[in-house]
């Protein structure tokens, strides 16, 4: 296929996706520089690339002629462009996320956290210098910290026969040498994990109810009718599960925040909120973007010629259960 | 979707009467109760890290290979998916492991003073 070849097409795509991006930009630049007027238009051009996009997408019904074209040259040649073009958007979105997780690492191996002070726990039962009557962790840990997790020095520095004394907590430079990450009152409580817990097997459950979306949307064999109502509930059931994950994630921040003063000041709290913050809004996008996809399944706007954009939806939202399989276990129980 | 199904996943399609994507569904539920069940378990450090990272690195897979289709899909899009990994992991060797000054000792043409206010005194 030839760049003449192009012009032989009744669609050439959208100005959608770029009046988006636009609009993205214009956003972030308002937010950040905290001016509320350009935020405003930055969301006011988002919305309008949105619904352009969508206005566009509706009598999309798969075909070359409505603009499914296939890529040429190395190495996507063959493919459906809009199918590289997702895989490309998710590089980006593994630089992302790899970026966090780099900075994330790199303090986490300078700190001295719950684990570390279960260690030394351990290390001073071990050689035998442990305060008197104190022989698990569980005791010396509980010496260590009030029920709310505030450090008490001195009894700890006790209680570790000086193991764990003062420079545990800060450094000499005066800087925080112990971190109070959100795992620490996460696996400390049953019920604080449970909201996490939950959302995980809501995903993993979500990542499913797409592909029955799909496999529903190319199903041939099921008359149309039938097929368009299995493939809105299905879309609506990820819906709802998205939903629960978001709403479950503000009442656990809310928990961290009011019971525990675990906020954004702190470094570890930083690392905590940016990164799960920055998944939640991938969550929140993919539901936005998912509400159209059942709106069209209402009309009937999917059959087994035009299910590729639940399939490139698909492969976002497994990319977001794919994020969390690393934030669940790195933030939440580390 | 179901076209693409290989020897082996049509193989497990006719003995159970259910495709890859839902064992594969299965499967990550099942890790993901392990997963949370390894932190009750009064593991060493070492032990619940490893369960962890074990229990990551095969979610992971499922999840890639199957869900995104990537089992079954063009090579290239494997390699494409995969090449960002490449500076993940020059990242992780060069900065997160090696470098201890690599977040919070940047130099000034790269911390602007913004990146001051987020610091914190307080443990």
Same mark, same amino acid.
């Given at each position: !296929?030839?760049?003449?070849?192009?012009?032989?097409?009744?669609?050439?795509?959208?100005?959608?996706?770029?009046?988006?991006?636009?609009?993205?930009?214009?956003?972030?630049?308002?937010?950040?520089?905290?001016? !509320?007027? *350009?935020?405003?238009?930055?969301?006011?051009?988002?919305?309008?690339? !949105?619904?352009?996009?969508? %206005?566009?997408?509706?009598?999309?019904?798969?075909?070359?002629? !409505?603009?499914?074209?296939?890529?040429?040259?190395?190495?996507?040649?063959? @493919? %459906?462009?809009?199918? /590289?073009?997702?895989? &490309?958007?998710?590089?980006?979105?593994?630089?992302?996320?790899?970026?966090?997780?780099?900075?994330?690492?790199?303090?986490?191996?300078?700190?001295?956290?719950?684990?570390?002070?279960?260690? %030394?726990?351990?290390?001073?039962?071990?050689?035998?210098?442990?305060?008197?009557?104190?022989?698990?962790?569980? +005791?010396?840990?509980?010496?260590? @910290?009030?029920?709310?997790?505030?450090?008490?020095?001195?009894?700890?520095?006790?209680?570790?026969?000086?193991?764990?004394?003062?420079?545990?907590?800060?450094?000499? /430079?005066?800087?925080?040498?112990?971190?109070?990450?959100?795992a620490?009152y996460i696996t400390a409580d049953f019920w604080t994990l449970l909201p996490g817990a939950i959302?995980?097997? #809501?995903?993993?459950?979500?990542?499913?109810?797409?592909?029955?979306?799909?496999? #529903?949307?190319?199903?041939?064999?099921?008359?149309?009718?039938?097929?368009? %109502?299995?493939?809105?509930?299905?879309?609506?059931?990820?819906?709802?599960?998205?939903?629960?994950?978001? *709403?479950?994630?503000?009442?656990e921040?809310?928990?961290?925040?009011?019971?525990?003063?675990?906020?954004? +000041?702190?470094?570890?709290?930083?690392?905590?909120?940016?990164?799960?913050?920055?998944?939640?809004?991938?969550?929140?996008?993919?539901?936005?973007?998912?509400?159209?996809?059942?709106?069209?399944?209402?009309?009937?706007?999917?059959?087994?010629?035009?299910?590729?954009?639940?399939?490139?939806?698909?492969?976002?939202?497994?990319?977001?259960?794919?994020?969390?399989?690393?934030?669940f276990? #790195?933030?939440y129980l580390? | 979707?179901?076209?693409?199904?290989?020897?082996?996943?049509?193989? &497990?399609?006719?003995?159970?009467?259910?495709?890859?994507?839902?064992?594969?569904?299965?499967?990550?539920?099942?890790?993901?109760?392990?997963?949370v069940?390894?932190v009750y378990?009064?593991?060493?450090?070492?032990?619940?890290?490893?369960?962890?990272? +074990?229990?990551?690195?095969?979610?992971?897979?499922?999840?890639?290979?199957?869900? @995104?289709?990537?089992?079954?899909?063009?090579?290239?899009?494997?390699?494409?998916? #995969?090449?960002?990994?490449?500076?993940?992991?020059?990242?992780?060797?060069?900065?997160?492991?090696?470098?201890?000054?690599?977040?919070?000792?940047?130099?000034?043409?790269?911390?602007?003073?913004?990146?001051?206010?987020?610091?914190?005194?307080?443990?």
């Amino acid at each position: !296929m030839s760049y003449d070849d192009h012009d032989d097409h009744g669609h050439h795509g959208s100005w959608a996706p770029i009046i988006a991006s636009l609009g993205t930009m214009i956003f972030l630049f308002g937010f950040s520089e905290a001016n !509320m007027g *350009i935020t405003a238009i930055g969301i006011v051009v988002l919305v309008w690339g !949105m619904f352009t996009w969508w %206005k566009d997408d509706l009598p999309f019904d798969g075909s070359e002629e !409505m603009g499914e074209l296939e890529a040429y040259g190395t190495p996507f040649g063959g @493919m %459906k462009i809009r199918k /590289a073009g997702i895989w &490309l958007f998710l590089m980006s979105e593994v630089m992302i996320f790899g970026s966090f997780f780099g900075a994330y690492i790199r303090m986490r191996s300078g700190w001295n956290t719950h684990w570390t002070l279960r260690d %030394k726990a351990q290390e001073a039962i071990d050689t035998g210098v442990a305060g008197e009557g104190l022989t698990d962790i569980d +005791s010396i840990v509980h010496a260590c @910290m009030t029920d709310k997790h505030k450090p008490l020095v001195a009894d700890c520095n006790d209680a570790t026969g000086g193991l764990v004394n003062e420079t545990f907590w800060i450094t000499d /430079a005066g800087t925080p040498a112990y971190h109070h990450v959100a795992a620490e009152y996460i696996t400390a409580d049953f019920w604080t994990l449970l909201p996490g817990a939950i959302n995980t097997f #809501a995903l993993i459950l979500s990542s499913f109810t797409v592909v029955l979306a799909l496999k #529903a949307a190319k199903n041939a064999d099921l008359e149309a009718r039938v097929r368009d %109502k299995k493939v809105r509930n299905y879309l609506a059931i990820t819906l709802l599960l998205g939903t629960i994950f978001l *709403i479950l994630k503000l009442w656990e921040w809310n928990h961290l925040i009011h019971d525990y003063d675990f906020t954004i +000041s702190t470094l570890a709290g930083s690392f905590f909120y940016v990164t799960t913050g920055a998944h939640g809004i991938h969550v929140f996008i993919g539901l936005i973007f998912i509400t159209y996809f059942i709106y069209k399944a209402h009309i009937g706007g999917w059959d087994p010629n035009n299910a590729q954009s639940i399939e490139y939806y698909g492969l976002y939202w497994h990319f977001v259960d794919l994020a969390w399989v690393i934030i669940f276990p #790195a933030f939440y129980l580390y | 979707m179901g076209e693409h199904q290989s020897g082996w996943q049509k193989t &497990l399609h006719e003995k159970t009467g259910q495709d890859v994507y839902f064992w594969n569904f299965i499967f990550l539920m099942v890790f993901t109760a392990i997963e949370v069940g390894a932190v009750y378990l009064s593991l060493t450090y070492g032990w619940t890290v490893f369960a962890l990272v +074990s229990v990551g690195v095969v979610k992971f897979f499922g999840i890639a290979a199957f869900f @995104m289709h990537l089992w079954d899909d063009e090579r290239e899009l494997t390699y494409t998916f #995969a090449f960002p990994f490449i500076f993940v992991i020059i990242l992780f060797i060069g900065i997160a492991f090696t470098n201890p000054e690599g977040v919070i000792g940047l130099p000034a043409w790269c911390s602007p003073d913004i990146i001051g206010s987020y610091t914190s005194t307080s443990p």
